[in-house]
DNA sequence: TTTCAACACGCAAACGTTTTCGGACGTTGA
DNA sequence: TCAACGTCCGAAAACGTTTGCGTGTTGAAA
């Protein structure tokens, strides 16, 4: 076992002094051509890598982005830190991947912990409990302390920071509209609680979008599901007294519920019932039949994210702070669980 | 914006050493009451956390494990860092997530990238390319630096470290026989070519399977594919010929492209043909029909492995060196993809 | 009054870098 | 012969901590 290999062994290996050996490896011109070629054989020969921690702190930063996210066996959030970590490893960025596990303390403790040193900033997507709260201290107090933070998909209007979002409201219209275009007649949503942001927004989207082309908003028609442990039963229990030939689903689980639930009921998808998910996941693609859905993208919105953070840690001191939301464009993938 | 609080400022502030602060913050008894007193409320006043760098290069340890994995977008993976993630967590320790692509250079870079003071430690599952090119001086390097490493899920011998396993052997052992205990008489497999380490075991498993249960091996029921991106189209190829009445899969994937083309040739599952696949992950569960699998517990191994991990870290230098192999059991998750 | 322990605190080194500054030495030109 | 300059290198500070040790002050015991 060799232990690592430090400027100071070189210096003394080699008689000369640590400043020498880190100017030499710097091809620095104070130094003298075979003093370097020297220094730099031996510690190529040694393999040197310089020590990354005594960097940061010289340097004061440290070259890696924090990302927090509620769940990480989620795809969405998978694509997400997908995108971060290719864009952060082209700049040469390290990515250090937090949970939350949707609770808030997890979410303070975690950003406490990055933010003493070990980050030079944050991409998040609050906590389910974060939200509930309103809470956002935490987050405030990091972005006071001149870290740049990128918040993404569950953002709020309340913390002044780069955003990652997609248009909810459209997102969702673009699927409502979608069953009106391939004929349905009677169309209900599977939603979440109203404090879970996106299913607020997909929900306006499909009222939006009913109302737009004259059709009837029918309370009964929409379901707000909150414990999602139970969804599946209660989807059932839901579509079995509705009458609906098209049905917008806010998540990818709830659709492939709702197509489970309509099937025991002798109900057909897409023929005696249409069905349009949202998040483009391994579901998706691979349920039978696949789902027609509206892709959000993860990736795009994480390179995104890891663009707006990376942007602000380069820029000079001098310039203006402002704050961007860029809002990446959902689309509608068209599968087999709607008629064409 | 207010930077950063050290303990330099505090001491000026206060006017006292920055020993004297650093002493009073840890609860020193060298330290008078009412100086402590002082500075502890000053600390706590603008919320003074220590410097996490400074402290990593001065203890020379970074309480941050990196975990290097092929790809996140796979649900296994994902179940295997929040196992990770959660015991690190308990132990005070972060959790840095890199991504090889499957590419030995970018496990290559990852790793040296880390191992410069980064991370105390690895846990790591190997890039197929690495695999291939049979190259593993990268780890032993690291290895030989006196970092612990942790292998899990695609490992292999030449690398002396500790280890976290499933019995693929046993695994697949475990699918097959329930398709024989189930009825199914012509049973084939659907795997991956010899080099990736899983795929030549559960191919070895199914053998076991048939040759102890007395059923002819049949090499023309045995499927190795290769491209994953057209196995859909592979599989159906394959089907079409093969009058199977039972088939194992050796990932999700494979069985739900199985099903899809069986459906397609107008066979039923599980009346017809009976299938089960590996990996228990969002499709198995939600598929319809959902899918008899085996669960490889993804989350159980990220745990071993932060274990394992982690007592290497916290173990006294003058302890044996031991590497231990773990193996994790699978067990078979009974659904509706065969008969009971 | 002297001596000494106990107490309270500061100094300095160390972790591994980078970088500014200055010093030693040799060469050049007048 | 001597100043001026160039070349090559080392000392030291700095980043933010922790910690062993030294030191000054106090009060009490002798």
Redesign the pocket.
Known sequence: MRPKL???QIARELD?????V??A??DSP????D?KQKIKAFAKLYNYK??NI??S??N?KTKTIGIIIPEIVHYFFTTVISGVEQVANEKGYNVIVCLSNNSFDREVLNLDLLANGSTDGFILSLAKETMQKEDYHHLTEVINQGMPVVLFDRVVDEVHCDKVIIDDIIGAKKAVEHLIETGCKKIGILSTVDYVSVGKLRTRGYIEALEENDFPVDEDLILKIEDMENSEKEIGEFLKTRDVDGLFAVNEQFAVSAIGALRRQGRNVPEDVSVVGFTDGELSKNFIPSLTTVSQHGTRMGAEAAHLLIDKLERKPDEVESYKTVIVETSLVRRESTKN
Not at 16 to 20: A, D, M, N, R
């Open positions: 430090t400027l100071k000369v002094s640590i400043s020498t880190s100017k490896l710097k104070e130094i003298g051509e003093t310089p020590n005594a960097l702190l010289k004061r």
